[in-house]
T-cell receptor, first 116, second 115 residues
Framework: NAGVTQTPKFRVLKTGQSMTLLCAQD?????MYWYRQDPGMGLRLIHY???????AKGEVPDGYNVSRLKKQNFLLGLESAAPSQTSVYFC???????????????FGPGTRLTVL | GENVEQHPSTLSVQEGDSAVIKCTYS??????FPWYKQELGKGPQLIID?????GEKKDQRIAVTLNKTAKHFSLHITETQPEDSAVYFC??????????????FGQGTILTVHP
């Protein structure tokens, strides 16, 4: 199993440009999450999904949109990138929490995004 | 919502020493507390977790303690090794159906183990 993969690994954007980050998992997980990691601020939840076709806002959703058209994929979109969105983005997935083995979130390797 | 504070932000120890990282949480409804380790250039990985019905859990050189009354939990690493050098994150999850597995993370601790 590849686990959780993220595409691309690195990206540089100019202010106002748009892009989509792709997350894929091959563990048949129901839940998927997008986080951003900034120095001194830990991991903050952007959006999450509890199943195919569903999405919900997390802690810092402004400026981002997501889609979960297929169970294995979770896309994060930036419609008009801003320098404040410079960060490392992590995708994670898990089984439905509260069931046996459902608590662990498995993280991808991250995407480093720079917005100039 | 839940707020998690983590200390210290950096920790430097000699190989063989013990390391302790502490976290406090704000929501008394939190019932699940995982610890993640992030190595350079990689995503975080779960190393140990504890639920609110347990006061302590140990896995080889790693242990976690939970004090529900004081709303704090700690990670203890004994006999540290250079490969323990990484960023460690604590997290908390509020119980209940609406939590949807959402974790609130601490700010992270950079642990450096010197040979």
């Amino acid at each position: 199993n590849a686990g959780v993969t993220q595409t691309p690994k690195f990206r540089v954007l100019k202010t106002g440009q748009s892009m989509t980050l792709l997350c894929a998992q091959d563990m048949n997980h129901e839940y998927m999450y997008w986080y951003r990691q900034d120095p001194g601020m830990g991991l903050r939840l952007i959006h999450y999904s509890v199943g195919e076709g569903t999405t919900a806002k997390g802690e810092v959703p402004d400026g981002y949109n997501v889609s979960r058209l297929k169970k294995q994929n979770f896309l994060l979109g930036l419609e008009s990138a801003a320098p404040s969105q410079t960060s490392v983005y992590f995708c994670a997935s898990s089984y439905r929490p509260h069931r046996g083995g459902g608590d662990t979130q498995y993280f991808g390797p991250g995407t480093r995004l720079t917005v100039l | 919502g839940e707020n998690v504070e983590q200390h210290p932000s950096t920790l430097s120890v000699q190989e063989g020493d013990s390391a302790v990282i502490k976290c406090t949480y704000s929501d008394s409804a939190s019932n699940y507390f995982p610890w993640y380790k992030q190595e350079l250039g990689k995503g975080p990985q779960l190393i140990i977790d504890i639920r609110s019905n347990v006061g302590e859990k140990k896995d080889q050189r790693i242990a976690v303690t939970l004090n529900k009354t004081a709303k704090h939990f700690s990670l203890h690493i004994t006999e540290t090794q250079p490969e323990d050098s990484a960023v460690y994150f604590c997290a908390a999850r509020v119980a209940g159906g609406t939590s949807y597995g959402k974790l609130t993370f601490g700010q992270g601790t950079i642990l450096t183990v010197h040979p």
